[in-house]
């Protein structure tokens, strides 16, 4: 079956970076599209970055370009989320993301928290 595990969340200060991990397994990953959310306390989840099959294209939301990157290792199954220069409002659960026909799939998601 399908699964996704983040990892790599934790304490950063403002300015910091932190690397985040998804793991996935149960698909071809190599054939599929990958994008990372966000929900922070009492917000709605949002997209905040995707990146395509073969890692040639990427988006991202207005709010972290230039601060986040998105890539992906199809060799390990792995997606990442690279931020740098964190800000307070970045403070969320992030979770990957993907959907395979008609089925979104989510890891548990790893908590972020920006703070002095």
């Known amino acids: 079956q399908v699964q996704l595990v983040e990892s790599g969340g934790g304490l950063a200060q403002p300015g910091g970076s932190l690397r985040l991990s998804c793991a996935a397994s149960?698909?071809?990953?190599?054939?599929?599209?990958m994008k990372w959310y966000r929900q922070a306390p009492g917000k709605e989840r949002d997209l905040v970055a995707l990146?395509?099959?073969?890692?040639?294209?990427?988006s991202y939301v207005d709010s972290v370009k230039g601060r986040f990157t998105i890539s992906r290792d199809n060799a390990k199954n792995t997606v990442y989320l690279q931020m740098n220069n964190l800000k307070p409002e970045d403070t969320a659960v992030y979770y990957c993301?993907?959907?395979?026909?008609?089925?979104?799939?989510w890891g548990q998601g790893t908590q972020v928290t920006v703070s002095l």
């Open positions: 149960g698909f071809t990953f190599s054939n599929y599209r």
């Open positions: 993301n993907v959907q395979i026909g008609y089925t979104d799939y």
């Open positions: 990146i395509n099959s073969v890692g040639g294209t990427t």
